[in-house]
């Protein structure tokens, strides 16, 4: 426990500093304890693109330290400036021999007639493998499995009317060099993609984008849906179909006070290999479970969290989870349902845009927990 207070102290130094290049007006500064402890006081310097050192952790990666370049801006428009955008790019070592390099983006033009997100990157990474479905390895019984991936995934979107968009999603993954821990048994090595894959899929897609701060909501709606086609015409190994569904709600109770809501789904048809199955848990949804710990087909996951302002630049929230994976959704078995369920607390790091440092703890059903250092709400 000394360790996560000793590294939120340090993580909350280090992202306040991002602020000093985002507000569009300058505090005279004072050396007062209370200008020195918020964020929207600290000396404003004029960087176009910042040097930030960071480090965060998840169940995932343990603690990873790391650098990044940070250019955040909101686009100027005829009647009001655009939501706020970033473009990032980061490098990254972790305590578990992890290394990425890579870059990340949200980007909303001027008067929001388009919107650009996406990631692309390489990475040398590991995680755990617990097998296919819900009958899988014990906890402690799991395949560490290491790789290396390139991969790119692009959303863009044309604003049609009144907060719609339509646009096309692009996913390319290639996950290559691939070794485990011990021997695969006879079932696992006839799992698609076990030694590795490259899949390229393409398609539409559908935006609703009705939050008023697209970091950290507090009232709103967002919907999105794609469709997507994967096949070795456009350069993958494998061909599948692939639909995602995600549905979110903000209700503000009180003022500094929001509860919020989301429904996510994702299926895949067809010759699906192992890295592009749908898993379950993250440090944005089923909190509390380890990455992929169930995986399948098919994924699909509910979560609500409440958050409230507790001092100045300080916020608090619960939050809890249901969710559950199958072969398809027409085959899920509500006896697989998994939960979980935490709090943490949330530091004010940009007013304007309403960018938070988060740190949460969560638990899940079959007995695990798992700590979280991340940047901006999970969803």
């Known amino acids: 426990m000394l360790l996560y207070r000793k590294l939120l102290a340090f993580a909350l130094a280090l992202f306040c500093l991002q602020v000093q290049a985002q507000d569009s007006t300058k505090p005279s500064p004072r050396k007062t304890f209370k200008n020195l402890t918020?964020?929207?006081s600290l000396v404003l310097i004029n960087f176009k693109i910042i040097p930030v050192p960071t480090i965060s952790s998840t169940p995932e990666t343990g603690v990873k330290f790391g650098g990044e370049l940070i250019h955040f801006f909101n686009a100027k428009g005829e009647k009001k400036e655009s939501r706020g955008s970033f473009v990032i790019g980061q490098m990254s070592f972790s305590t578990k021999s992890q290394f990425e390099i890579g870059a990340s983006w949200q980007a909303f033009t001027k008067n929001e007639k388009f919107v650009f997100?996406?990631?692309?990157?390489?990475?040398?990474?590991?995680?755990?493998?617990?097998?296919?479905?819900?009958?899988?390895?014990s906890n402690d019984n799991y395949y560490s499995q290491f790789y290396t991936r390139t991969f790119l995934e692009s959303r863009n979107f044309r604003l049609i009317a009144n907060q719609w968009y339509v646009g096309a999603v692009i996913n390319y993954s290639n996950t290559f060099n691939v070794t485990y821990s011990r021997p695969l048994d006879a079932n696992q090595l006839g799992v698609t993609g076990i030694n590795g894959s490259?899949?390229?899929?393409?398609?539409?897609?559908?935006?609703?984008?009705?939050?008023?701060?697209?970091?950290?909501?507090?009232?709103?709606?967002y919907f999105e849906f794609y469709l997507q086609h994967y096949d070795k015409v456009l350069g993958g190994d494998y061909v599948y179909n692939e639909w995602l569904l995600d549905m979110r709600k903000y209700i503000p109770l009180q003022e500094n006070s929001t509860l919020a809501f989301q429904l996510f789904t994702r299926e895949s048809i067809g010759d699906i290999p192992l890295r592009e199955t749908s898993r379950l848990g993250s440090a944005n949804l089923m909190r509390g479970f380890f990455v992929g710990r169930f995986r399948d087909n098919a994924y699909s996951a509910s979560q609500i969290?409440?958050?409230?302002?507790?001092?100045?630049?300080?916020?608090?929230a619960f939050f809890g989870a249901t969710g559950?994976?199958?072969?398809?959704?027409?085959?899920?078995?509500?006896?697989?349902?998994?939960?979980?369920?935490?709090?943490?607390?949330?530091?004010?790091?940009?007013?304007?845009?309403?960018?938070?440092?988060?740190?949460?703890?969560?638990r899940n059903s079959t007995g695990g927990n798992a700590y979280y250092i991340k940047l901006n709400e999970a969803f």
Do not use: C, H
């Open 38 to 40: 918020n964020p929207d």
């Open 117 to 137: 997100r996406g990631s692309a990157g390489y990475t040398n990474f590991n995680e755990r493998y617990w097998g296919l479905g819900n009958n899988t390895l």
């Open 198 to 221: 490259q899949v390229f899929g393409v398609g539409p897609a559908v935006l609703y984008e009705g939050r008023n701060y697209p970091f950290s909501a507090t009232k709103g709606s």
């Open 324 to 362: 559950l994976v199958g072969e398809s959704v027409g085959k899920y078995d509500i006896s697989n349902i998994r939960s979980a369920g935490g709090a943490g607390l949330r530091f004010l790091v940009n007013k304007k845009n309403r960018m938070f440092l988060r740190v949460d703890y969560a």
């Open 305 to 316: 969290e409440l958050r409230s302002k507790i001092w100045k630049w300080i916020y608090g």
